[in-house]
């Protein structure tokens, strides 16, 4: 049911690369909510999402995803869960289609030995309609702009039919303009596929006014809430020094940190 809790983290410590990247964190994740991981490079929000796909294991606590521990995913379990990682560069010579990308998404649930059927196809085809990219499925990936790969890197998380949709830093390497088109498409297919979202990310007053929550993390997860109460000076101010400037404007929390403003 909506509302219930399907991630839990439970004092859980977390390795990776031989130091410790998270340590004793406890925060819950309802069905539905969508959640703004923060914090500076180096904080552990990658290492969070990493442990929901069940590619790291807490060295003490636990991470509970769905009704198992997150390093016994079982297959249907893990094609619940979307993922879209840092973006990457693309060769614009490699020889794949955006349909044959997005295609990608299914094999969690067809095999990698069997050949997509019908269904297959139209659940591609409507991913890619919710990322409004189904005019360019047959395009080399290669050949789109950087805004445009990660709609269709998102419609490749969407063709698994996940309840879960994790993100890390998706508007990051694209212009402003389109940052704020793809938080907008986030935002709407949080409401209209009834998702919940993980999305880490630097840019704080962008994603600020559409979150339920924000998790601030520096290996210790320093605050969770609304962001009104997470974006406070004396919260901020611990995680990234003195140089914290936030301002209220229109109705909306900002937040200037040092010469970096983030928008």
Known sequence: MKNDVIIRFSHATIA???RTALEDISLEIRQGEFVGIIGPNGSG???LLKSILGLIRPDTGSV???????????????????????????DPNFPVTVMETVM????????????PVKRDRELVLNALKEVEMDGY???????????????????????????VLLM??????IDIPTQQSMIHLISDLHRNLVLTVLLVTHDINMISPYVDRLALLKARLFATGPPAEVLSEKILSEIYGKQ????????????????????
Request: aromatic share 6%.
């Open 104 to 115: 990608m998404g299914r094999y969690s649930s067809i095999g990698l030995l069997r050949h």
């Open 45 to 47: 929000k990658t290492t």
């Open 16 to 18: 990776y690369q031989q």
């Open 244 to 263: 914290v400037i936030v301002t209220t404007q229109e109705g909306g929390t900002y937040v200037i940190v040092g010469d970096y403003h983030h928008v």
């Open 168 to 173: 890390d830093e998706p508007t990051t390497g």
């Open 64 to 90: 509970q995803i769905f009704d198992c521990a997150c390093h016994k995913l079982r297959c249907h379990h893990k094609a619940k869960i979307g993922y879209i990682p840092q973006k990457g560069q693309i």
């Open 137 to 163: 499925r047959d395009a080399p990936l290669g050949h789109l702009s950087g805004g445009q790969q990660q709609r269709v890197m998102i419609a490749r998380a969407l063709a698994q039919q996940p309840e």
